[in-house]
């Protein structure tokens, strides 16, 4: 093991993945393609570590400014460096660019393939250990054309997945009751989720919230705006089905305050968001020490951001209400991994291999690239 080698190679992927079905939320839709960013470093051994930056421009950014943070800002403070000097160079990109969380998630999750690769070590024992062997995975239900939704709770109901989460709010209330009676008719086994992405306005949010609390989902997500802490937290108290943050809480910072004025019973926790592993095991606990739950949530990832997440989730007893890392599996038309993401009876498998524990395709990487860049 010999962390104290440099790193020589910064290569970057600028991808667009085709997807099978548009995808409505509560802010935007995604239709056609998502874009993601890769990442890869190489140590001067020949050691490689990957990482992906998954940006959704009306959430957490553009793949354009995750790509241009990793070129010009963060390669300058990477090349060169030390492996072993993982802390002081998370430290520095989280100083070089403002915001950009995407980037620096694909960043520390590149640094630690790349030592778990070195020390043959999984990602989780850099995290702290690990303390589950499977995550429940959830699939969310977001398809316009709501009879294709159908068909794919058929084949979820098949692949024993348990749980699904319907995105809200993106066209009217009374489209959003028709699907909640749909699935407690004909899928009663679901548990079931109700995630609105900010989509209900101020003057709707009370009433709207309060019909499909009727429907007793395990909890109901973000129903209004990031900025509306004050109806978030009035939300909270006039419903009995636990309210949870998303787009409220990015990274730790946020996560004090959402606990501090009483706006949720939960957190989504993101590295995309969060700006990388560390940070969001961070969330998660600030959540846990003030009694709050948390769950593993995404962007609109390919494989390789599932297996970071996974990792993290591994290492964070906190984060116990499963994962959504289901885009691999039942999104993309073509995940990027050599080796699919692996999920089993409805259960994410933590894997035990170094690093993350399964490569990118590099010729899939070729062929979806519509920018790159090597090390100079």
């Not at 809200?168 to 008719?185: N, P, Q, S, W, Y």
């Not at 606990?285 to 390919?302: K, P, V």
Request: glycine share 8%; with cysteine.
């Amino acid at each position: 093991m010999d962390l104290q080698q440099t790193i020589t190679g910064f290569d970057l992927w600028h991808l667009q993945l085709p997807v099978v079905s548009a995808r409505d939320h509560g802010i935007g839709r995604v239709s056609g393609s998502c874009e993601i960013v890769v990442l890869r470093l190489t140590a001067e051994g020949g050691s490689q570590g990957f990482g992906e930056a998954s940006p959704w421009s009306v959430f957490t950014g553009s793949p354009e400014a995750s790509f241009a943070a990793l070129d010009r800002y963060i390669r300058p403070l990477v090349v060169g460096r030390r492996v072993a000097d993982r802390a002081a160079i998370l430290q520095d990109a989280a100083k070089c660019v403002a915001h950009c969380t995407e980037a620096k998630a694909a960043l520390e999750s590149a640094l630690l393939d790349l030592t778990g690769q070195i020390s043959d070590l999984p990602v989780w024992a850099l995290l702290g250990g690990k303390c589950r062997d499977t995550i429940p995975l959830s699939c969310s239900i977001a398809n316009p054309i709501f009879d294709d939704d159908i068909a794919l709770m058929e084949r979820l109901r098949q692949d024993k997945v348990g749980l699904i989460k319907l995105k809200t709010g993106f066209k009217d209330h009374a489209f959003d009751v028709m699907r909640l009676e749909r699935i407690a008719r004909d899928f009663p086994e679901f548990r079931v989720r109700v995630d609105y992405n900010q989509g209900l306005e101020i003057e709707d949010a009370v009433g709207q919230v309060m019909d499909v609390a009727q429907f007793e989902p395990d909890f109901i997500e973000q129903p209004v705006r990031y900025h509306h802490f004050d109806m978030m937290a009035r939300l909270r108290g006039m419903i009995d089905v636990p309210l949870l943050a998303d787009e409220s809480v990015f990274g730790p910072e946020d996560m004090v305050r959402a606990a501090r004025e009483g706006i949720c019973d939960g957190v989504s926790v993101k590295i995309m968001k969060s700006g990388g592993l560390s940070r969001g095991q961070s969330v998660a606990r600030i959540a846990a020490a003030n009694g709050l739950m948390a769950y593993g949530g995404d962007m609109f990832e390919a494989g390789l951001a599932h297996l970071a997440g996974t990792h993290m989730i591994a290492a964070t007893p906190e984060i116990s209400l499963g994962c959504e890392f289901y885009q691999a599996s039942y999104f993309l038309k073509e995940d990027i991994l050599e080796t699919p993401f692996e999920v089993r009876d409805g259960q994410v498998i933590v894997p035990d291999a170094p690093g993350l524990g399964l490569r990118p395709d590099l010729d899939k990487l070729t062929h979806y690239a519509v920018r790159t860049t090597e090390t100079v």
